[in-house]
């Protein structure tokens, strides 16, 4: 049987969707084919990178892709996790299921580094919230 295919998006694909592909790879296994990508494509956030690595997961390696990549896939899911890529994201025809699940931003957070931080951390942490429950992962 195929493994269901899901990709996060969000408009940068730096912090949010990077750490929810991490997230979902590390706690669902081998269970899905995970992507994620962006409206526009930038750079992987140092503090996500962080943030991620503080849960044992390394996202060092990812890219920031942007979303035309991969509008010839079938995806299971597409799933928006910022305001702005809900309103500015393709439509994917093949899609099972679109779905739009609002984070704040950790990228704007002004502070010093470790207040920044703990911001990815929190956000990081409500978005494993997010794809535990969805995905039923205990």
């Known amino acids: 049987m195929e493994k269901e295919k899901v990709i996060f998006i969000c408009t940068h694909n730096s912090a949010r969707s990077q750490m929810a592909e991490g997230l979902l790879r590390f706690l669902a296994g081998n269970r899905f084919d995970v992507y994620s990508a962006g409206t526009e494509s930038t750079f992987v956030k140092p503090f996500a990178i962080e943030a991620m690595k503080k849960k044992g997961i390394n996202i060092r390696n990812h890219t920031s892709d942007v979303i035309d ?3 010839e896939m079938d995806f299971n899911y597409v799933i928006t996790v910022c305001d702005h890529a809900k309103e500015t994201c393709p439509y994917f025809p093949a899609t099972h ?3 739009h699940w ?3 931003d950790p990228s704007d957070a002004k502070g010093d580094d470790a207040f920044v931080l703990s911001e990815f951390c929190r956000v ?3 978005i494993e919230d997010k794809i535990r429950s969805y995905f039923r992962i205990h």
Do not use: G, P, T, V
């Open 69 to 71: 990549k991969y509008m």
């Open 97 to 99: 299921q679109q779905l």
């Open 102 to 104: 609002s984070f704040e």
């Open 124 to 126: 990081r942490d409500l």
